[in-house]
């Protein structure tokens, strides 16, 4: 059974940073194609960046609100994705869900329960 | 990217059909064959229902089917069970290596 367990949420200062991390089990970690997705509070979803696989490239893509903000990494050693956050605004405020393109490779199959950050003064 | 446009809301009683419309452009919907949708309850991850517009992944009921014309995309929903009632999103992956959702559907069933 695939698992993604986020962590690292909280609260942090408009302008600080915050990494999150994702563990994954169930799966072929190094052949997964992971992507961090955000949910503000009451609203809708919004998909934040993407890192391949390092066969696939190990390229990264992001969102335009986040690109040059946001850093996603991973560690195929530790079986885990990171989501380094700089530069944190009141509108980043948002559950972070860590998701997967994996057993279906065009579309997100496997999620986490997500991981609260909150940017407030 | 704009989110793609979705209905605030839809309703339908039990046992009836339902359809929730997603509407893009020619760069999204329109130029892609990778739309998905999925099915979110309140404080729950988000779950998987449809893929490449119109295909089930293993476990997901029959009573759940999707369409593409051009640059919309619908998801319909037969036999209406009270456990349907959720919050539906649609996502499109656009030409640019990135992807963009639907604002979200609330359906509810009366």
């Known amino acids: ?121 | 990217q704009s989110a793609l446009t979705q209905p605030a809301s839809v309703s339908g009683s039990p046992g009836q059909s339902i359809t929730i419309s997603c509407t893009g452009t020619s760069n999204d919907i329109g130029g892609s064959n990778y739309v998905s949708w999925y099915q979110q309850h309140p404080g729950k991850a988000p779950k998987l229902m449809i893929y490449d517009a119109t295909k089930r992944p293993s476990g997901i009921s029959y009573r759940f089917s999707g369409s593409k014309s051009g640059s919309t995309a619908s998801l319909t929903i037969s036999g209406l069970q009270a456990e349907d009632e959720a919050n539906y999103y649609c996502s499109s992956y656009i030409t640019s290596n990135t992807w963009v959702f639907g604002g979200g559907t609330k359906l509810t069933v009366l």
């Open chain 1, 1 to 121: 059974e695939v698992q993604l367990v986020e962590s690292g949420g909280g609260l942090v200062k408009p302008g600080g940073s915050l990494r999150l991390s994702c563990a994954a089990s169930g799966l072929i970690f190094n052949n997964a194609w992971m992507n961090w997705v955000r949910q503000a509070p009451g609203k809708g979803l919004e998909w934040v960046g993407r890192i391949k696989s390092k066969t696939g490239g190990g390229t990264t893509d992001y969102a335009a609100p986040v690109k040059g903000r946001f850093t996603i990494s991973r560690d195929d050693s530790k079986n885990t994705l990171y989501l380094q956050m700089n530069s944190l605004k009141t509108e980043d405020t948002a559950v972070y869900y860590c998701t997967t393109e994996y057993d279906i490779l065009t579309a997100f199959d496997y999620w986490g329960q997500g991981t609260l950050v909150t940017v407030s003064s």
